[in-house]
Structures are given as structure tokens and as C-alpha cells.
């Protein structure tokens, strides 16, 4: 079936690097891209999305890119920090008309002072 | 203000109670939706309301028995519930249910089923 997937299931860094999420997905359809940052003991937060006319977007901190022709999204954190350190899902939207997502199954990212 | 709140936080219950989960948002979103969570896994969707009616329902065993009583409510009742369905149920709402809706998630509540 149609699914989202991650490369590394964890991902250790250093205060003050560069930190690169990967994703893959396999739903060519899908227009629709979401990045959810989650605490221990507290529900998904969004971070940034990218809709799949645009190939590049940014936040505060962090960068989206969506590379459509390999099916691949990842997402980048600027000057990690120690509260950078969660669970992080990509997720994406069949191209339904209902909001589905269908999560990726998440990295784990730990930011070392 | 993107804030969706769950309530209880925590709930142990034995397999024979009968309990609710409650979730309240006053964005104005029109769509809400259930999702189970196991420990070191993904979200994973139950339930799909769009303006207070069930769009989506993901094959979930009758013991969950979702509730919209309005656009800014939404409760899971729960009964007979077995062990295995000890997890976080995280509530989301958003805008509306089109492809490119964003949704925001509450904080969860904690389930263990006895």
C-alpha cells in the first residue's frame, strides 16, 4: 500500500549543528506535505508545510525541500537546540478530499549541549 | 490561537467501564478527528468528523464510539475496551477536510485498560 517512510530512525547531534531530517513517500498523488515535532507526553506540533508546487520553503529555523521526482522531504533545523530534541513525523495527504494523513514513522532526534 | 484541548489526561479504566474522551477547539474549525497512538509509533487516524458529521470511519471496533455535538466538541466514548487498546488518543482539528488542510493537534490523553 501507499506509505511514508523515514531513512534513519535516529538522528544524535551536537548543540549548534545543522540537523537534516529525511522522508520518503511513495504516493505520487500526494500534494500535500506536513512536518510535526512531538515531546515526550504531548501531542504532534506543527513545524512547516510544503505544498507540491513549491520545492523549497522556510520557517524559523527550519527549511522543507520536496524533491518530487525522487519522492523524498526533508526537513532542516538551523543552530539545533536542546529543545530541539522530540520525535519528528512527516506526514502526508493522499490527495483525498477528507484531511487524511498518512504519517511517516519517525525520527528520533537528540541534541546533545 | 491553535489550541485543541483534551481532557482527562490520564485515564485507567477496567475493561468492563464505560468512559469519555473530550476534546474542544474554538477556532472555528469545522473538521475534527480521532487518532490512536501506540508508544514509538505513529498517529494513527480512527475517526473523521466535517461539520458534525462522521466522514471517515477507519474500521474501528464498535467499543470506540465517536460524538460531535457540536463544532467545537468532540467526544470518544469508550466501553468494554480491552488491554491492547491502552495507547495516547490524540484529538486534531482543522479548517475544513480539503486536501492541503493542516491540522493541529491536542496533547492527548494517556489511556491504560486494565
Known amino acids: 500500500g501507499e506509505s511514508v517512510g523515514l531513512h534513519l530512525p535516529t538522528l544524535s547531534v551536537q548543540e549548534g549543528d545543522n540537523s537534516i531530517i529525511n522522508c520518503a513517500y511513495s504516493?505520487?498523488?500526494?500534494?500535500?506535505f506536513i512536518w510535526y515535532k512531538q515531546e515526550s507526553g504531548k501531542g504532534p506540533q506543527f513545524i512547516i508545510d510544503?505544498?507540491?508546487?513549491?520545492d523549497k520553503r522556510q520557517g524559523q529555523r527550519v527549511t522543507v525541500l520536496l524533491n518530487k521526482t525522487v519522492k523524498h522531504l526533508s526537513l532542516q533545523i538551523a543552530a539545533t537546540q536542546p529543545g530541539d530534541s522530540a520525535v519528528y513525523f512527516c506526514a502526508e495527504n493522499s490527495g483525498t478530499s477528507y484531511g487524511k494523513l498518512t504519517f511517516g514513522q519517525g525520527t528520533i532526534l537528540t541534541v546533545h549541549p | 490561537d491553535t489550541e485543541v484541548t483534551q481532557t482527562p489526561k490520564h485515564l485507567v479504566m477496567g475493561m468492563t467501564n464505560k468512559k469519555s474522551l473530550k476534546c474542544e477547539q474554538h477556532m472555528g474549525h469545522r473538521a475534527m478527528y480521532w487518532y490512536k497512538q501506540k508508544a514509538k509509533k505513529p498517529p494513527e487516524l480512527m475517526f473523521v468528523?466535517?461539520?458534525?458529521?462522521?466522514?471517515i470511519n477507519e474500521s474501528v471496533p464498535s467499543r470506540f464510539s465517536p460524538e460531535c455535538p457540536n463544532s467545537s466538541l468532540l467526544n470518544l466514548h469508550l466501553h468494554a475496551l480491552q488491554p491492547e487498546d491502552s495507547a495516547l488518543y490524540l484529538c486534531?482539528?482543522?479548517?475544513?477536510?480539503?486536501?492541503?488542510?493542516?491540522?493541529?493537534f491536542g496533547p492527548g490523553t494517556r489511556l491504560l485498560v486494565l
Open positions: 486534531a482539528s482543522s479548517l475544513g477536510t480539503g486536501p492541503q488542510e493542516t491540522q493541529y
Open positions: 468528523y466535517s461539520y458534525e458529521k462522521l466522514s
Open positions: 510544503i505544498r507540491s508546487n513549491m
Open positions: 504516493n505520487s498523488a500526494s500534494d500535500y
